[in-house]
């Protein structure tokens, strides 16, 4: 289903055909492509490239569903991790701090439902050197 069907307030989206679409490397830490993109709630699928440094979004609870790889992930701090694998669900309210330090197998891949929408601009690094939004993530078209 296009994104014009989308907008209209409708959608099918083959997320393993969306996933498989993503290039083998990137500049920034993730890529991601938007499926929905409302006010109340966004869908995104999103690929990581390599671990992630500690961050929290100030505007948006967020819930990643594990399409594909393996990896460690905490939530709050480092004491709160543990490993995730496909069809792990993480689930963190806004301004929870969270990393993902390890990838132990790839490529990894989640589907982030938003709610309300995450603004593409919304990462807070807890390390400012770590990064920016734009070293963070980049948006893929979809095709």
Do not use: C
């Not at 995730?84 to 969270?98: A, D, I, S, Y």
């Not at 390890?102 to 807890?126: N, S």
């Amino acid at each position: 289903m296009d994104q014009q069907h989308a907008r209209r307030g409708i959608g099918r989206f083959d997320l393993n055909e969306i996933a498989r679409s993503f290039p083998a490397t990137s500049q920034t830490l993730l890529l991601d492509t938007y499926l929905t993109d409302e006010q109340a709630a966004s869908a995104r699928v999103f690929r990581v490239y390599r671990p992630t440094p500690a961050h929290y979004h100030a505007g948006s609870d967020e819930y990643l569903y594990v399409l594909s790889g393996k990896g460690t992930f905490w939530l709050g701090d480092p004491e709160n991790g543990g490993a995730f694998e496909p069809g792990h669900l993480l689930f963190f309210k806004r301004r929870t701090v969270h990393a993902l330090p390890d990838i132990f197998e790839g490529p990894v891949v989640f589907l982030a439902l938003d709610t309300p929408r995450r603004d593409p601009k919304d990462i807070i690094f807890v390390n400012p050197k770590d990064g920016t939004p734009e070293s963070f993530i980049q948006n893929k078209a979809r095709g």
